[in-house]
């Protein structure tokens, strides 16, 4: 009968819906090849891809007036809002996942009182109620009211939306010739109160002012975890964040008895951020002498190693990456929220967060998205093993091809399309 037809059918929507989506094979339109180098050397290589991707004056510049744009078009709806940019990456050059990940944060920021106070009428049209509404849906509402004002006063393009993540936002597009966009369209990423990239930006800066390579390892390891595929968050990866932390932890535990930087436990940085404390000691470090082997080692080398010790030397189940401590130790040594034991059978990271001890960055690393950072890190180790060039190892991911009925992802989690950002 009816009933039955309708269970039938309920039933299998909810199958249809609890089934993980398949990434589909696309053709491009405009595809993105590796970059190609003149040097046949890897460290010589090494450089010259720095010398691509390293942020510029002009990105930053670029980077800047898109913030300003952003703010004056959403200043109409929050007059007190401050709105600043973050640059990952030289925005010049287009990349494989350049929409996925793009280089450019732009961070909108409020107190919760002066969204409530600004967002109270809008939501209370549709039937909402401030009363009701914790942080998380205030972070959400506002994304979406600042997202209709960029589109239709700020002249961005809407491309899509991530809220399930820990920090919701949503990836916009500013056009050829909008703030200065002179040679191509610039994919960025918008978000309200949203605090790793300022966290990012931290963390960098101060540990580049202790040794100076890791900056540019940070740069070589972002790339190559981007054009592989696994810093898309929403594919249930790594965030482009944690790649940094597991840069810096590497640094820190990666060399017997000449750790190349310092536990951050406490640490008053020189933007005036603090690390926080959450147990345990805070650990006494002593520089590496200026002529020791590991002092003088390129960042290539230490490339090289980084993948080493990530594919060969860490218990990722049982292992916590933590800059705060700066020393290897279990999971039960940091200060994050213990998972679920749904949670740990789920996701078996744990990456904590400096600057908020109790968050684990890698809850949002699905099954999948573990085994393919395991497969990634066992290819780089073995083609660096057997001298492989920077060509070879940034080969644009993309997976197997499948017939067009298998459909594509939704406007939330984009299906991966090896493309360049036009």
């Known amino acids: 009968d009816s009933s039955e037809a309708r269970a039938a059918k309920?039933?299998?929507?909810?199958?249809?819906?609890?089934?993980?989506?398949?990434?589909?094979?696309?053709?491009?339109?405009?595809?993105?090849?590796?970059?190609?180098?003149?040097?046949?050397?890897?460290?010589?290589?090494?450089?010259?891809?720095?010398?691509?991707?390293t942020p510029t004056a002009e990105s930053e510049h670029v980077a800047r007036r898109l913030a300003e744009r952003a703010q004056?078009?959403?200043?109409?709806?929050?007059?007190?809002?401050?709105?600043?940019?973050?640059?990952?990456?030289?925005?010049?050059?287009?990349?494989?996942?350049?929409?996925?990940?793009?280089?450019?944060?732009?961070?909108?920021?409020?107190?919760?009182?002066?969204l409530v106070q600004h967002l109270q009428g809008?939501?209370?049209?549709?039937?909402?109620?401030?009363?009701?509404?914790d942080a998380r849906k205030l972070q959400k509402s506002a994304i979406r009211v600042c997202t209709d004002q960029l589109v239709?006063?700020?002249?961005?393009?809407?491309?899509?939306?991530?809220?399930?993540?820990?920090?919701?936002k949503v990836t916009l597009v500013a056009p050829v010739g909008l703030a200065g966009c002179s040679q191509r369209s610039i994919p960025v990423d918008f978000s309200v109160n949203c605090v790793s990239p300022l966290y990012n930006a931290a963390l960098i800066?101060?540990?580049?002012?202790?040794?100076?390579?890791?900056?540019?390892?940070?740069?070589?390891?972002?790339?190559?975890?981007?054009?592989r595929g696994i810093c898309h968050v929403a594919k249930g990866h790594l965030p482009p964040y944690a790649w940094t932390?597991?840069?810096?932890?590497?640094?820190?535990?990666?060399?017997?008895?000449?750790?190349?930087?310092?536990?951050?436990?406490?640490?008053?940085?020189?933007?005036?951020?603090?690390?926080?404390?959450?147990?345990?000691?805070?650990g006494k470090w002593v520089a590496p002498a200026a002529n020791c082997a590991v002092a003088q080692m390129s960042v290539a080398a230490l490339f090289c190693r980084f993948i080493n010790f990530y594919s060969r030397g860490m218990s990722w189940q049982s292992e916590?990456?933590?800059?705060?401590?700066?020393?290897?130790?279990?999971?039960?040594?940091?200060?994050?929220?213990?998972?679920?034991?749904?949670?740990?059978?789920?996701?078996?990271?744990?990456?904590?967060?400096?600057?908020?001890?109790?968050?684990?960055?890698?809850?949002?690393?699905?099954?999948?998205?573990?085994?393919?950072?395991r497969e990634e890190l066992d290819r780089a180790d073995a083609l660096l093993e057997s001298g492989c060039t920077w060509t070879e190892l940034l080969e644009p991911w993309a997976?197997?091809?499948r017939d067009e009925e298998d459909g594509a992802d939704d406007a939330d989690e984009p299906s991966k399309v090896v493309h360049r950002d036009r």
């Not at 053709?27 to 040097?39: D, G, H, I, L, T």
């Open 205 to 227: 800066q101060e540990c580049t002012s202790i040794d100076t390579r890791s900056k540019d390892l940070v740069l070589l390891v972002r790339r190559w975890a981007k054009d």
């Open 320 to 373: 916590a990456v933590s800059v705060r401590l700066g020393r290897r130790a279990q999971t039960a040594a940091s200060s994050m929220v213990p998972q679920s034991e749904e949670s740990k059978r789920e996701c078996c990271l744990s990456v904590e967060d400096p600057f908020e001890p109790e968050r684990n960055l890698g809850t949002c690393v699905t099954p999948l998205g573990m085994t393919r950072l």
């Open 245 to 282: 932390l597991l840069t810096v932890y590497y640094l820190q535990v990666g060399f017997d008895g000449a750790p190349l930087l310092p536990p951050l436990q406490g640490f008053r940085m020189v933007s005036r951020m603090v690390v926080r404390h959450g147990g345990g000691d805070d």
């Open 72 to 114: 004056r078009a959403i200043e109409l709806i929050f007059p007190e809002i401050d709105v600043v940019s973050f640059v990952s990456g030289d925005i010049a050059s287009g990349t494989a996942f350049g929409v996925a990940v793009p280089e450019v944060d732009i961070v909108a920021s409020a107190s919760p009182h002066t």
């Open 399 to 401: 997976p197997a091809g």
């Open 122 to 133: 809008r939501l209370s049209k549709g039937g909402l109620s401030m009363a009701r509404m």
């Open 152 to 168: 239709s006063s700020g002249g961005f393009k809407f491309r899509r939306s991530a809220f399930r993540c820990q920090e919701p």
């Open 10 to 53: 309920a039933s299998s929507t909810r199958a249809c819906a609890a089934a993980p989506k398949l990434d589909v094979r696309q053709e491009s339109r405009s595809p993105v090849c590796a970059p190609v180098f003149r040097s046949t050397d890897f460290a010589a290589q090494s450089l010259e891809l720095l010398a691509m991707i």
